[in-house]
C-alpha cells in the first residue's frame, strides 16, 4: 500500500481461535475513522505451533489490507513488534493485545494522537482515575506493584506501562529501537521509559480495560524477568553515565580500603601487629610469597575451565580477573566478588554471562571437593591413630572460651554442612548426565507455563550444560583436579610457614592437623557470615589446633590471625594490580545487570 499512514501490528502467538475475529473487527474499526488505502493489519506472527500461521496466511491472501509477518524462531513479544515495525509502511506504528481486552472504541484516541502530530506515543492506561477495568486480585496487585517500582526507580510519570495498546511514530521508533534491550515482555516499559528520558511527547490516557480468558501471576516472567529488567534499565540510564574511568578506579581503591576497615569490625588491628611482631618477619614474608605462587595456578585452572567450555584465554588475564573477584569477595556481602569476575570476563573476552557463572560454579565445585577431601582424608587418619577424644574435642571447641570457641563451633558447623553440599552436587552433576529426563525444563515449568519460561529454561540448561562439560570430560576432570589440590596445598603451605615464623617444629602431626583445621576454616568461609570469612577461619582453626598439637590457644590463635592476614593482604594487592592493569573497578559488579540480558541471549544463540 503506497499511501499507507497507519500500520496496526497483532503481536500473535498461538492464537488460533482468536486471531481472525481480531483482525476482522481491527479492519471495521479502523475503517469508521481512516480513509481507505490508508491503512494495514499486520499480524506478526511469531514462531507459533498451532494452526495460527495458516490462518493468517489464508486472511492476507482474501483482503490485501492484511499482512502476515512470519518468524520461523520464537521471538518474544518485543522482538516480534520490532521485527514487524521494520517491515510495516505506515508512519504511525500501533499496535494492541489479540484478545481486544482494551475496548475498541479508544482506537480512534489512540491512532490520531499520534497521527495527528501532537504526541510521538500513546499509550492506554488502567490506572487513571477515569479508567474502567474489572481487574482480579491475581493481575491488579502485581500490576499496581510493578507499575509502583518502574515510577520509583526509573522516575517514570505514567501510571501504567504495560497496557498492550500503544502507538508511536516511525520517527520515535527509528531514534527509540536499537536502545531496547528487552525482547518479550519488559519491551513496552522500556520503550516508554526511554521515551521519557528523550524527551518525547508521550500521551496517556484512560481506556476501558476487561481481561479476557484466564491468567495468572507468572513466576518466571513477572518476578525474575521484570524485576531483573527494572534493575538492568535503572543501570544503563541513571548509575553508567555517571561512572567515568576516574570514579572507577577511585571507588575502587576506596572498597579495597573499606575491606580493610571491615575486618576491623572482627579483628583488634593491633592484635595483628603485635602477634607478626613477635614472630619472624622474614618467615613470615616466605608465607606470602608461597601463597603468591598459588595465585598463577588458579588463573590456570580457570583457563583449563574455560577451556573445555570452548572459550580459550591467556592464563595471565584469568589470573588477573581471580584477583579482582576475590578482592571483591573481600569487600561486598555475600560473595558478591563472583559477580565481578562474570563481569570482567564479559567485558574484557565477550565471553556471555551464563558461561562465566557456569565456570565459576565449576571452579566452586572443585574447590569445595578438594578441601572436603582434604579434611575428610586427615579427619579418618586422625581418628585411625587413636585421637578420637582430642578430636571430639576439637570438634566442640572444649578446649577454647570466648568469642573464639562460639565462632569456631559455627565454623566447624557451616563446614560440615558444605562438605557434604559439595559431594551431593558432584554426584547429582555426574548422576544428570547419565538420564534422559530434562530436570531443569521439568522444574521450571512447575513454576511457570509462559511461553518465557522456555526461554529462561533454555538459559539455565546451558548453565548445567556448561558445568557437565567440565565435571564429566576425564581429561579436564583430572587437570582441573591437580590444579585444585595444588591450590589448596599451597593455602596449607602458607600456615605451616607462619607456624615455623612463630618457631614451631613442622611435625608430621603438626602438617596433618594443620591441613585438616585449614580446609575446615576454607569450607566455613563458603557461606558469607563475616566479610572475607574473617573470624570464621580464626574460630576454626584455633579450636582444631589446640586440642591436636601441643600448640596452645593463644598461640594457635595467633597464628590464626597471621595466616589470613597474609592471604587477606596477598588478595588484596593483587586485586589492586589486576584492576590498574585490566582498568576494571570493584564498582563495576553491578554492571552486570545492564549487560546480562544480552550475554543471556548469546548463551541461547549458542546452543
Known amino acids: 500500500m503506497v499511501n499507507t499512514q497507519v500500520s496496526v501490528v497483532l503481536p500473535a502467538y498461538n492464537e488460533e481461535d482468536s486471531i481472525e475475529q481480531t483482525v476482522l473487527i481491527s479492519l471495521e474499526t479502523l475503517a469508521d475513522f481512516l480513509p481507505a488505502g490508508t491503512f494495514e493489519v499486520i499480524i506478526a506472527e511469531d514462531g507459533c505451533e498451532d494452526r495460527t500461521p495458516d490462518i493468517a496466511t ?33 508512519e504511525t506504528l ?93 519491551w513496552d516499559t522500556e520503550l516508554l521509559v526511554k521515551a521519557q528520558r528523550e524527551g518525547f511527547r508521550v500521551k496517556e490516557f484512560s481506556v476501558n480495560w476487561e481481561p479476557k480468558g484466564d491468567s495468572k501471576v507468572d513466576l518466571v516472567r513477572d518476578v525474575f524477568g521484570m524485576g531483573s529488567q527494572i534493575l538492568r534499565t535503572f543501570w544503563e540510564l541513571s548509575v553508567s553515565p555517571r561512572i567515568t574511568q576516574r570514579v572507577s578506579l577511585g571507588a575502587g581503591t576506596l572498597l579495597v580500603a573499606l575491606a580493610i576497615l571491615l575486618m576491623t569490625q572482627y579483628l583488634n588491628p593491633q592484635t595483628i601487629f603485635n602477634e607478626m611482631a613477635g614472630a619472624a618477619p622474614e618467615i613470615v614474608v616466605l608465607s606470602a610469597i608461597i601463597y603468591s605462587v598459588s595465585w598463577p595456578l588458579r588463573g590456570i585452572r580457570y583457563r583449563d575451565i574455560l577451556n573445555s567450555m570452548g572459550f580459550h584465554e591467556q592464563w595471565e588475564f584469568l589470573t588477573g580477573a581471580v584477583f579482582i573477584s576475590q578482592t571483591g569477595n573481600l569487600v561486598f556481602p555475600a560473595r558478591l566478588g563472583d559477580g565481578v569476575r562474570a563481569y570482567v570476563v564479559k567485558a574484557r573476552r565477550s565471553i556471555p554471562y551464563a558461561s562465566g557463572f557456569a565456570s565459576l560454579a565449576a571452579e566452586r565445585v572443585f574447590d569445595l571437593l578438594t578441601i572436603t577431601v582434604l579434611a575428610g582424608t586427615v579427619m579418618i587418619g586422625l581418628a585411625a591413630t587413636g585421637s578420637v577424644g582430642e578430636l571430639m574435642s576439637a570438634l566442640t571447641g572444649e578446649m577454647v572460651g570466648g568469642d573464639t570457641k562460639q565462632s569456631g563451633q559455627t565454623a566447624v558447623y557451616v563446614a560440615a554442612a558444605v562438605g557434604f553440599a559439595a559431594i551431593g552436587a558432584v554426584v547429582a552433576i555426574i548422576a544428570s548426565t547419565h538420564t534422559e529426563a530434562n530436570l531443569v525444563r521439568t522444574t521450571i515449568s512447575r513454576l511457570s507455563d509462559d511461553s518465557y519460561a522456555d526461554y529462561v529454561a533454555r538459559i539455565v540448561e546451558g548453565f548445567v550444560a556448561d558445568i557437565q562439560t567440565v565435571t564429566t570430560d576425564g581429561s579436564t576432570f ?9 591450590i589448596w596445598t599451597f593455602d596449607v603451605l602458607t600456615a605451616l610457614t607462619v607456624f615455623a615464623a612463630f618457631d614451631y617444629p613442622l611435625t608430621p602431626l603438626l602438617v596433618a592437623v594443620s591441613f585438616f583445621a585449614v580446609s575446615v576454616g576454607n569450607l566455613a568461609k563458603v557461606l558469607p557470615l563475616t566479610p572475607g570469612g574473617v573470624g570464621l577461619y580464626e574460630g576454626a582453626f584455633t579450636i582444631i589446633v589446640a586440642p591436636l598439637t601441643p ?30 592493569w585490566l582498568n576494571v573497578s570493584l564498582t563495576t559488579a553491578v554492571e552486570q545487570a545492564q549487560t546480562v540480558d544480552e550475554g543471556t541471549k548469546d548463551q541461547i544463540g549458542d546452543t
Open 551 to 580: 600448640v596452645s590457644v593463644a598461640a594457635a590463635l595467633s597464628i590464626a590471625i597471621v595466616d589470613h592476614a597474609v592471604k587477606n593482604i596477598v588478595t588484596i594487592l593483587g586485586g589492586i594490580v589486576s584492576m590498574v
Open 478 to 486: 583430572a587437570r582441573v583436579g591437580i590444579s585444585s589440590l595444588a
Open 94 to 186: 500501533v499496535y494492541y493485545d489479540t484478545d481486544l481486552a482494551t475496548d475498541m472504541r479508544h482506537l480512534e484516541e489512540l491512532v490520531e494522537s499520534v497521527r495527528s502530530g501532537g504526541y510521538d506515543l500513546a499509550t492506554g492506561s488502567r490506572w487513571l482515575p477515569e479508567h474502567q477495568a474489572e481487574r482480579p486480585a491475581k493481575r491488579g496487585i502485581p500490576s499496581l506493584g510493578f507499575n509502583m517500582l518502574v515510577r520509583t526507580i526509573l522516575r517514570s510519570d505514567l501510571k501504567d506501562h504495560q497496557c498492550g495498546f500503544k502507538a508511536i511514530s516511525r520517527s520515535a521508533f527509528e531514534q527509540l529501537g536499537p536502545s531496547i534491550k528487552d525482547e518479550h515482555w519488559f
Open 58 to 90: 489464508q486472511l492476507a491472501e482474501t483482503d490485501d489490507r492484511i499482512r502476515h509477518v512470519h518468524s520461523d524462531e520464537r521471538l518474544g513479544r518485543g522482538g516480534a513488534l520490532e521485527f514487524a515495525f521494520n517491515q510495516a509502511n505506515g
